[in-house]
């Protein structure tokens, strides 16, 4: 029996172009068409997320997407979705986005089920596709922003519909990962060059000379003549210009907007991307052995080495992150359709979120991480730092490093970083010395072996703590969908919104994260 089961939008983000939020809800009741269904706890099995496609409405003809990733949860299955960079994709992202067009529906092959007094109880199914829908049915659901879903439900097939619950902007690790966006690719302008015969009529002399053989029959002479008639005409008529006449002269606007802030998320990107964070709760503890058992060699009948295992809690603290945007309603249904004030509102506005939530994993592998030997601002520094805090993050952690995230100051140091006859140690084409690659036209490359981030909300110098080595393992990152929270001002005809999520981070092996320490 194919079923189709609605849940809810988390969040839906049009930078990082993903769409997030939980799939299917476990033990709760849904009044389908086909009537009353419940989903038991780890009912549907899900395969390869990346065969699992995001449509449309259902409609086989019309893919948006595919999974990204899930989690199993207590109450239901979370899942976030690439969309693709089609026309229907963008669309479905800007209709997601406005709350237009935002519930989630799964199409799942039920194998086993039963049918009880009062609902059909779902033990067994897997998933065939998850859908973006219009009109949510799931009772539960809350919206906040972006969340509703339809469902249908078919014996032969029968379709279900259902509703969604919770709403968000970017799925923040979403995530973010971190995917950047393409810019468009410019025209290319040919010009063409015009240039006018060389006139042999030079002064006023040789225009009369010339105006008297064209009178006696000269047609050529005639023709250069009548030339500078013309352009003695074109002249006069320059007197006419935009300068008198700026009503003819209407101001062109382009429809992209510049916004110079940047919106990445290197570090959290090199540290293995943000966790799923908890639904309650304000601490995170992880559970962390201070004190390791012992095994030695024991002579026959001797008494085995015994040292008890000591343990305890290293806690993250949830954080808030959020901006405030007041405008009018006017602004908003008045503004240009292209570029809309409100778009362009909110993407600055999640730029802003990610460069906040960024720099605060940097403050914390700063606190937390271990400083390694001191070294010089060059290239052989660089070298030295590698040689001497990879093998330290491998023997803190037990396991290799693989990031190398570095300020602009660094990033600018390993593209002009030359050998002894000045060939380029890092280059992204022809490398002379195989170092790994390093341009201005990427901020990811590779250095020495280990995935290069740049960073541009790390130290603008070459100082202390102006690039790390990280074991992704070594720090905690968890992180809530980006939330839209917007309230009317009726006394003023204005409109709140603001923007705001959660984050925790903590250092959980110091050794695993180490820092640059100049000279």
Not at 150 to 165: G, Q, R
Not at 242 to 250: D, R
Not at 297 to 325: C, D, F, H, M, R
Not at 334 to 359: C, I, W
Request: hydrophobic share 40%; with cysteine.
């Amino acid at each position: 029996m194919l079923l189709t089961f609605s849940s809810s939008v988390e969040s839906a983000d049009t930078e990082r172009r993903v769409i997030a939020g939980k799939i299917v809800p476990y033990e709760v009741v849904g009044n389908t068409s086909a009537g009353p269904v419940v989903f038991a706890k780890d009912s549907i099995d899900i395969g390869d997320p990346g065969k699992i496609k995001m449509l449309m409405q259902h409609k086989a003809d019309k893919p948006i997407g595919r999974m990204q990733k899930f989690q199993k949860a207590e109450d239901g299955i979370y899942a976030s979705f690439k969309i693709s960079a089609s026309m229907q994709g963008s669309d479905a992202l800007i209709l997601a986005s406005e709350a237009l067009v935002d519930g989630l529906s799964v199409g799942v092959e039920v194998s086993g089920s039963k049918q009880t007094k009062d609902y059909l109880y779902v033990t067994k199914a897997t998933l065939k596709e998850v859908s973006l829908v219009e009109t949510p049915a799931f009772a539960e659901a809350n919206v906040t922003k972006v969340a509703a879903s339809e469902s249908e439900t078919d014996s032969t097939p029968t379709t279900t519909e259902s509703e969604a619950i919770l709403d968000t902007t970017p799925e923040p690790t979403v995530t973010p990962a971190e995917v950047a966006p393409v810019e468009a690719a410019r025209p290319t302008i040919s010009a063409a060059i015009y240039s006018e015969p060389r006139t042999p009529i030079n002064s006023q002399a040789k225009y009369l000379q010339y105006a008297v053989k064209a009178q006696l029959g000269d047609h050529e002479a005639g023709l250069w003549v009548r030339g500078e008639d013309a352009k003695a005409l074109k002249i006069k008529a320059a007197d006419d210009s935009f300068t008198t006449n700026p009503a003819f002269s209407p101001v062109s606007y382009a429809t992209t907007v510049v916004d110079t802030l940047i919106g990445s998320r290197p570090t959290i990107e090199a540290c293995g991307g943000a966790k799923v964070i908890p639904n309650s709760g304000m601490t995170i503890s992880h559970p962390k052995i201070t004190t390791s058992g012992t095994v030695a060699e024991t002579a026959e009948g001797g008494a085995p080495s015994e040292t008890g295992i000591v343990s305890a809690y290293v806690n993250a603290t949830v954080k808030k992150y959020a901006g405030l945007q007041r405008y009018s309603v006017e602004l908003l249904e008045r503004s240009s359709d292209n570029p809309a004030f409100f778009q362009a509102m909110l993407d600055n506005m999640t730029r802003a979120y990610n460069k906040a939530t960024d720099a605060a994993v940097i403050a914390e592998i700063v606190s937390g991480g271990t400083l390694a030997s001191t070294q010089a601002a060059t290239y052989l520094g660089v070298q030295a730092f590698i040689a001497q805090a990879g093998p330290a993050a491998y023997l803190a952690t037990g396991e290799l490093a693989s990031g190398y995230i570095a300020g602009t100051s660094q990033w600018s140091l390993l593209i002009g970083a030359k050998d002894t006859t000045d060939r380029p140690i890092f280059t992204a084409t022809n490398p002379y010395n195989a170092a790994g690659s390093s341009s201005p036209t990427s901020i990811r490359g590779n250095i020495l072996g280990l995935d290069l981030y740049v960073d541009a909300n790390m130290v603008s110098t070459t100082i202390d703590d102006s690039a790390f080595i990280v074991v992704p393992s070594a720090i905690a990152i968890y992180e809530s969908p980006v939330l839209r929270l917007s309230t009317n001002v009726p006394t003023s005809g204005e409109i709140e919104l603001m923007l705001y999520g959660y984050l925790a981070t903590k250092t959980l092996v110091s050794g695993g994260l180490q820092k640059y320490n100049l000279t």
